[in-house]
Structures are given as C-alpha cells and as structure tokens.
C-alpha cells in the first residue's frame, strides 16, 4: 500500500463510484470522499470499502472550493495526495508507473502530471484534444486547486513538476442528454471565466504568479486568454474547425464528431452567447456583471 491519500468529489454518482473505488482501493491507503449530500446509492456504495472515509459539504457552485474544503477538513495522513473524480479511474499501467516509482520520488518533486484519455459513447477520442495532461498527484502541503470557476488546475507552491507516461480516463457512463445539460450548466461559468480574463472581474484570472502548474496546462492557459479576445461567435466556429480538421478529429468516426460538434462549437457557441447576453445587460461593468451572475445564475465569484 502506498503513502497516498485520494480525494474523489462527489454528487449523485452511484453510476461511477464503485468503478472509482475499486481502481484506487488497491494502492491506497486511504480515500476520502466530499460528499454534497448525495441523494441516490452513492454513499451506500462507497461504505463498502474499509480504506473510504465520507466527509459532506454544501456545494456552492465552485469546484475548487469543495477540493480545497477537502484539503483543509479531511484528515490526510499520506504524504501523497491524488485528486480524482468519481467518473475517472486510472490505467493498470498507470497504477504500475505510480508504484513503481512514487515510493522513491526525489524531494524536490511535487506534482506529478498525467496524461487524460476522454472516453465518449465507449470511444476514446484519441485526437482532437489527445493528450491533455493534467497535475493529478501532489505531496500533501505543497499544493491546492486554484480558485477558478472552470478549468482549474492543481498548483503547487514550491518544486518541480514531473509527468509520467501513463494514462487515465475520464469515462463517464450517462447519456448524451446528460452530457448536454452538463455544458449548459457549465457555459455560464465558462462565460464568466472569459469575462474575468477579458476586463478583470476578480483578478484569479490575470496571473497565475507565485505557482506552478504543468507546462501544457500553461499553454492552454495562455491560448485561453487568446481566445478570449477573438470575436464572439466566430472564435467558436474557429475553434470547431481547427479541433476537427487541423487536430483530426474526424479519425474518431461518429463519436468523434458529435463529441467535437457538442464540446467544441455547439458549447463554446452557447458560451458566446452568455457573454452577449451578460454584457448586454451589463455592458463591461464589472460591478453588474457580479451582480447579474450572482442573482441570476447563482454564481458567485
């Protein structure tokens, strides 16, 4: 058993949660789970396992948040701390990589990154948006989720950040209704965030100074605050045709193709819109765009 610790968010995820667990279960010593008052079989399930401690909090609309509550509150006694949703589960190779060789990881690493294959409708997409590397696993002390509204990233205080060769995946079983109302609810935070870059409704957005997140997860970043100047409407379409053609998407047959259409124009096109109807409501006052987002939509930033 490994000096790890895992911490798995969870909301009505008795679909995932056993799939989760049994993946981890063998290598860690103890998983935690931030529960948000699940209303289905999910807590039922994850009280089958020894190592499973439950821990709930109100969700707030705010990932980070809810992951650092998690930090903060539970009682983490692994040096090592890997951070996993309850639709994701890591590789056989991958868990071989991790026990291989985290028991004599140098001191002056602290994060650890690996490679996400996103599995749709039982394919993976393995262009398009292959590899996206993500700082998953970090010694416990030395980083937390940054606080973002969407594409937050774990980030470390101090040392260096390594990335293994392995893959885990993000495979989540519901169905494609599910999967659009999810970006529905994700688009107005998504609007938000590029709000936030474009005038600086918070500040989380402008510098990412003073820590370290993995060397892809920085390009994005910077790629995002490009996108964010494009025009509206357009940026998404563009963004469509470089996932689908320039990327090749279209390799991943019809699968490919509604994954790309949904997440890559579909999504960012609902996105645009939020901005147009947030900014023209609020034009680019930042004091009522807050109050709009929070009034309206919940969110609070």
């Known amino acids: 058993m490994l000096d790890l610790s895992v911490i798995i968010l969870t909301k009505d995820e008795e679909l995932h ?15 935690f789970i931030i529960d948000s008052f699940s209303t289905d079989r999910t807590l039922e399930i994850a009280k089958r396992y020894p190592n499973v ?24 006694t692994g040096k090592w701390v890997l951070r996993l949703d309850a639709d994701e589960y890591l590789l056989p190779e991958l868990i071989d990589e991790i026990k291989e060789k985290l028991p004599d990881m140098p001191e002056n690493i602290s994060g650890i990154s690996f490679n996400r ?17 993500l700082l998953r696993l970090f010694r416990f002390g030395k980083g937390k989720c940054e606080q973002r509204l969407m594409d937050e990233h774990i980030q470390i205080d101090e040392g260096e950040n390594i990335c293994f060769e392995n893959d885990f995946c993000d495979h989540n079983l519901n169905n494609l209704s599910w999967f659009c109302h999810k970006h529905v609810n994700y688009a107005v935070r998504e609007a938000a965030d590029l709000i936030d870059i474009e005038i600086g409704l918070t500040g989380a957005a402008q510098s990412d100074e003073g820590r370290v997140i993995n060397t892809q997860a920085g390009s994005k970043r910077r790629k995002k605050h490009s996108y964010a100047r494009k025009p509206l409407f357009w940026r ?21 193709f509604i994954f790309t259409f949904i997440q890559g124009w579909w999504y ?4 645009d819109a939020k901005v ?14 807050t109050r709009l987002l929070r009034e309206e939509y919940g969110v609070s930033l």
């Not at 949660?17 to 998983?31: F, G, H, Q, T």
């Not at 401690?53 to 903060?72: C, P």
């Open 53 to 76: 401690t439950i821990l709930q909090n109100k969700w707030v609309n705010n990932y980070a948040y809810q992951f650092n509550w998690g930090l903060e509150n539970a009682p983490i």
């Open 268 to 271: 960012r096109t609902l996105v």
């Open 276 to 289: 147009y109807e947030i900014k023209r409501k609020c034009g680019n006052d930042p004091e009522k765009i």
């Open 117 to 133: 294959r996103h599995i749709f409708m039982d394919r993976w997409m393995k262009h398009g948006i292959y590899p996206v590397t």
């Open 236 to 256: 998404s379409f563009a963004y469509f045709l470089y996932r689908y053609f320039a990327k090749g998407a279209w390799r991943d047959g019809k699968e490919g």
């Open 17 to 31: 949660i056993d799939r989760c667990l049994k993946n981890v279960s063998a290598i860690a010593k103890e998983i």
